[in-house]
């Protein structure tokens, strides 16, 4: 019988449980005999593999590989893979590079079939480092199977804190944020922004989400998240509006505005 995560509350509340328990849950959750049968599978073989072809061509493989970058609804689209990875990431011309969803980009460097020689698959750590985020999508999955926006928001702790602590250009990081589908969806979210706003030059975009930025949290910076106050402030607002429009509950928008006012929040649009 599979481990399905206990969920007992929905909104900040419910959040707050799941991080009180998420270390004991997440333990549970990767003793589970068919994920680690998948694991060791993926430590004993990747080492072995040298081309984006064998990778591929191995569908356990290559469904470790891609669920740990949150590319999982790929698994058929082989081609496009193989095409992902061959091409690698130093050219600008790269695959990866010009689509609009960063994930494929990260992806392709993590492997670098298309950028170093030997691949990274080689490396000491490599198989390790892979195997850990694979067991935190699948976590967060099965969180998501519940309740997709403490999805998003599991996503969010590790994708942006990440971010948010390198060393590119602060419009750098905003335009990956908006290259990253799950993190886009929070702060659309937690900013109060418009269907219409995906419809902006990107430039006009960034522009936008900083401006946003410094009216709730003070600074401009995608760098501010590296604070885990800051970090707990947009999960919270993100919740409170995503269940606000949901009507969960039976809490009105008037009732959710109350909770963001009464915690300091702004709520210009």
Do not use: C, H
């Not at 410094?214 to 590296?226: D, I, L, M, P």
């Not at 993100?238 to 809490?251: H, P």
């Amino acid at each position: 019988m599979s481990f399905v995560p206990v969920l007992p509350l929905q909104g900040y509340a419910g959040w707050q449980f799941l991080k009180r328990t998420q270390a004991q849950q997440e333990m549970a959750f990767r003793n589970q005999p068919n994920l680690q049968r998948d694991v060791q599978y993926f430590q004993e073989k990747i080492g072995q593999v040298r081309t984006a072809e064998a990778l591929v061509s191995d569908t356990r493989l290559l469904r470790v590989a891609l669920t740990a970058f949150g590319l999982e609804g790929d698994a058929q689209n082989r081609f496009f893979i193989r095409k992902v990875l061959e091409e690698g990431t130093l050219q600008e011309s790269a695959l990866s590079n010009r689509l609009a969803d960063k994930r494929y980009r990260e992806f392709s460097a993590a492997f670098g079939f298309g950028d170093v020689t030997p691949p990274r698959t080689t490396a000491r750590g490599f198989a390790d480092t892979v195997v850990n985020r694979f067991f935190n999508a699948r976590f967060q999955s099965a969180v998501g199977a519940q309740n997709g926006d403490f999805r998003l928001a599991l996503n969010a702790q590790t994708e942006l804190a990440t971010l948010a602590r390198s060393t590119v250009s602060e419009r750098t990081k905003w335009f990956s944020v908006l290259g990253s589908p799950p993190l886009r969806q929070v702060f659309e979210k937690a900013f109060g922004l418009p269907n219409a706003f995906g419809s902006l030059d990107i430039d006009r975009q960034v522009d936008v989400l900083d401006r946003r930025a410094r009216a709730t949290f003070g600074e401009g910076s995608v760098g501010q998240f590296a604070d885990p106050g800051k970090m707990d402030r947009l999960i919270r607002t993100f919740l409170i509006r995503s269940e606000a429009a949901a009507g969960s509950f039976g809490q009105s928008p008037g009732q959710a505005a109350l909770m963001l006012l009464q915690q300091g929040q702004p709520l210009r649009f």
